[in-house]
């Protein structure tokens, strides 16, 4: 049961997530190049500058999604009293 309760807030941790990892990636990609970042459908996109790219909003949002999915559950423990996940 408690699953079910917890999943729109997960969704919505998500949500919120990708948001803040898409501004942080914009901010940190404008400290290496004054361009856009480099997509894989650019077909003009050197190897290396979309590589770096992908390494670092992946990482990013990694992190931002990691920080993001533990502070709802936190904030879940202390509203229902039970952890909603795994315990080890």
Not at 53 to 81: C, H, P
């Amino acid at each position: 049961m408690q699953r079910i309760l917890f999943a729109p807030v997960s969704i919505l941790a998500g949500l919120l997530a990708a948001a803040i990892g898409k501004r942080v990636f914009d901010r940190v990609w404008a400290t290496f190049d004054h361009d856009d970042p480099p997509s894989p459908s650019h077909r003009e996109a050197p190897w290396a500058k979309l590589a770096l790219a992908l390494v670092i909003e992946g990482a990013i949002f990694r992190l931002v999604r990691g920080l993001a999915d533990r502070g709802s559950r936190e904030v879940a423990a202390k509203m229902t009293g039970t952890w909603p996940g795994k315990h080890e």
